[in-house]
């Protein structure tokens, strides 16, 4: 009778042999005898390690770039975070100072090349800022700033008047000094006085008239004007309906007291993300200065045109001149704001921090003019920088600047993320129609000149450049820049909403929506970093390609539409 036990079945499994070299020159019969090996079940698997696995990735910026070497925006990847909105929702606005806001973190770099009053503009109506450099004269550079802040305003408090006893021909040169033709005429010619008409280019342009006629013949007499007191929301709906190019604010012994343009509403249409003084609503505008005596001087007559901030401009900022300047500023402009630097290390950060400066600008000979780092052997790499001043000047308040360096909107973004406010642009801006300079073309290509301002060309041209490397006394001047020249860029006006759009999408696949809480991000180690090496920039850029335009689609460029 067969047993009703089921029996488990073993199988007979031989391990393979272990090889040796000499097993080959062994006979069948000497090799060694193995031991039989027996499994109990076919079933059994073999256990796979167990490896302690987290979901962090990369590591916090702080722990990243704080190990003693130095490292470029190419060097840092951001690792993406998780997306629960648009890029459209998307916020960029940012301190450029404690006190001073920004629509956008973008600042034209006070080079003689790049801001000037035209960029200053532009800039300012794209939302972010123009820094006027100062290797000009104090009269210049006033020029230029008082240019910037007669362009738009709400209620324009000291218009340019003229007299009626002033002559056509008077007149004529005086709009082409200023830029603009239409004058309030004035009794005695001064702001204040009792407004008696308005001459503007449609009364003498196409008339056959003398330079010796006078305005008081010319000028149109019946005006639309508004009551000293009314709100901005009321002189605009009277500009509005009475069609006028100008509404003239009287009191009520008919004395000019302000003035409002029509030009300002299209324009308020047209850059609804312009960056304006919130109590005089005139564009923000900001202007380079050094630390010399003269430069005093310079100071007080910027201040008069109504200057937001001032940049102490040097390569090296951590010196007692700077110091000494940031204070004075501080005790005597109470409405201007300080922008300190240049600097690079922490310890830099906190002089010029307790000597009272309100933003601090971060880099030293990263840019691409800049030969600082080739000729002196001193600067730091701009990512590092960036990272450890900030973090530093984060205690205070302190926004920064991260100034040179930046190539691309991703370079941008890196920025942003390693604790920047705002990115300074200087190459970027260059060749641009609002940057100072002519075109022309070399083979084939609509060029413009670009300097470093340690240049010699720079330095050479005037002593503002010389000054900011401290060599404006020196027999021998060493250059730490040179020139060059870049493509054409097209309009300010195009390019910005162009690298805008780019930072949007990096903050985006980041998974951040602000600025602010991008910097939450990377101060609470949320947000991870790491290296890349050489192979990694490599794979991460352009490859595989016979060849490719890199320019099609970007603003200025002709032709395509894919992205630059």
Not at 31 to 48: E, F, I, M, Q
Not at 127 to 134: K, L, M, N, P, R
Not at 401 to 415: E, L, M, Q, R, T
């Amino acid at each position: 009778m067969a047993s009703d036990t089921k029996s488990t079945p073993t199988f007979k499994v031989l391990p393979p042999p272990a090889l040796s070299l000499d097993d080959d020159l062994l006979s069948p019969n000497s090799k060694r005898k193995r031991a039989d090996t027996y499994v109990s079940s076919p079933r059994l698997k073999p256990k796979s390690p167990q490896l302690n696995v987290t979901t962090d990735d990369g590591l916090p910026m702080y722990d990243l770039l704080g190990k003693g070497e130095g490292y470029t925006y190419n060097d840092v990847i951001i690792l993406p975070g998780s997306i629960d909105f648009g890029v459209a929702d998307v916020e960029l606005g940012t301190f450029l100072t404690k006190n001073i806001q920004l629509n956008l973190p973008f600042v034209s770099s006070p080079m003689d090349t790049v801001s000037e009053g035209d960029m200053a503009i532009a800039m300012a109506l794209c939302g972010g800022i123009g820094i006027i450099h100062y290797n000009n004269t104090i009269e210049e550079q006033a020029a230029q700033v008082r240019k910037v802040k007669r362009f738009e305003n709400g209620f324009l408090t000291d218009p340019m008047t003229i007299s009626p006893e002033k002559n056509l021909g008077e007149l004529r040169q005086l709009r082409t000094e200023v830029g603009f033709s239409s004058f309030p005429v004035t009794e005695n010619g001064e702001m204040g006085g009792k407004l008696l008409g308005i001459v503007t280019s449609r009364d003498f342009d196409l008339l056959r008239l003398s330079d010796e006629s006078k305005v008081s013949e010319i000028m149109t007499t019946e005006l639309v004007v508004a009551k000293e007191g009314c709100t901005l929301a009321q002189a605009n709906e009277i500009l509005c309906e009475s069609k006028k190019g100008m509404l003239p604010i009287v009191n009520d012994n008919f004395e000019l007291k302000s003035l409002m343009a029509r030009k300002d509403l299209r324009t308020n249409k047209d850059f609804p993300m312009a960056s304006k003084n919130r109590e005089t609503k005139q564009l923000l505008c900001g202007a380079a200065i050094g630390t010399r005596d003269d430069d005093r001087e310079r100071m007080k007559a910027l201040a008069a045109e109504g200057i937001d901030v001032v940049v102490i401009d040097a390569a090296q900022g951590d010196s007692i001149y700077q110091v000494q300047m940031i204070q004075w500023i501080k005790d005597n402009f109470k409405g201007v704001d300080v922008i300190g630097g240049n600097v690079v290390t922490k310890l830099q950060a906190k002089h010029l921090i307790d000597a009272g400066c309100d933003g601090l600008r971060v880099g030293m000979g990263v840019g691409s003019i800049c030969t600082t780092q080739e000729v002196c052997a001193v600067g730091r790499p701009q990512a590092t920088a960036v990272c450890m001043v900030a973090a530093y000047a984060a205690q205070f308040d302190v926004p920064v600047i991260a100034d040179g360096g930046i190539g691309n909107s991703g370079h941008i973004v890196k920025a942003l993320a390693l604790g920047a406010s705002c990115v300074m642009m200087g190459s970027m801006l260059a060749g641009t129609k609002e940057s100072p300079g002519e075109y022309f073309y070399h083979g084939g290509t609509r060029l413009k000149r670009y300097r470093g301002m340690g240049s010699k060309e720079a330095m050479s041209a005037r002593q503002g450049s010389a000054k900011r490397y401290f060599a404006d006394t020196a027999v021998v001047r060493v250059a730490q820049g040179v020139s060059g020249s870049v493509t054409d860029k097209g309009s300010v006006v195009d390019f910005i909403p162009y690298m805008t759009q780019g930072c949007k999408h990096g903050f985006q696949d980041m998974g951040v929506r602000s600025v602010n809480n991008l910097h939450e991000a990377g101060s609470s180690g949320a947000l991870r970093m790491e290296i890349r090496t050489s192979a990694a920039q490599m794979e991460g850029g352009i490859h595989g390609l016979h060849d490719y335009d890199k320019t099609k689609g970007f603003p200025g460029q002709s032709g395509g539409s894919g992205a630059w």
